[in-house]
């Protein structure tokens, strides 16, 4: 974290020094927005503060509906959820906003636009519009089965979060199906990140609503071997992968 925050106040600095000199403010927005990613995971306070200086800042100087502006919008809508999950209002305006940029900087049949479909279902399920929550999840996954022909970790990603979406809403029989595509893509890629491990875990706890305590405990094995990979079980997510195998 020290090294990112280093290379963020250098580019910061050439940033300040590029305005000075040619008039252009976009390096030295960007450096700040790559200043408040850096401060996320340790003073998401800080990060939120950066993200809302850039994002006012961005149509003062003719760069809104710009990637600067998704990515600045994409660290805002993460930081709100942590520091004001409560604030279902903003976070939706948040997913809205982003969905409408990647669909006009993307396009509407690109990878990248159907991971932002996925990502925004948690906000809209979190806020209680499970209409447009599961609109969402179906979308993006019916998305990445017309774009991509063989496995790819964006089809896993939309297939996952819709599993997450249906189990949740107690659709365990509907979730499994969904996520043994996800995990299925997973293994063949030979996937291994938290996300991953996710999955896995809340596979095995859906298997083991429906009954299906063999698929459970195989899909909680792998979610184990990920934690191992990342050195992650002596954690809450490894207590709880863990508890759940026993």
Known sequence: VDTAQRHASAAIALGERILAEDGDPEPLLSAKASRAMSLFSGNPQAAKVIFEEVLEAL????????????TVLEGLDATLSV????????????????????????????????????????????AGDHDRAEQLAFEAAALTDRIYITPHSTKAGAY?????????RGRYAEAVERYAVANDINTRLKLSNLHVEACFRLSGYAYS????????????????????DHDYRVSPTGHASCGVRA
């Open 59 to 70: 149509p003062r100087h003719g760069l809104q509906d710009t990637d600067l502006h998704f």
């Open 160 to 168: 996952c979060q819709l599993a997450a979406y249906l189990h949740l």
């Open 209 to 228: 609503a429906i009954g299906d305590q063999r698929s459970a405990l195989a899909n909680l094995e792998q979610s184990w071997q990920v934690l191992g």
């Open 83 to 126: 520091t004001d999950p409560d604030d279902t209002e903003r976070l939706i305006a948040l997913a809205e906003e982003q969905l409408r940029l990647s669909r006009l900087i993307d396009g509407p049949d690109s990878g990248r636009y159907a991971n932002t479909l996925a990502q925004q279902v948690p906000n809209f399920s979190r």
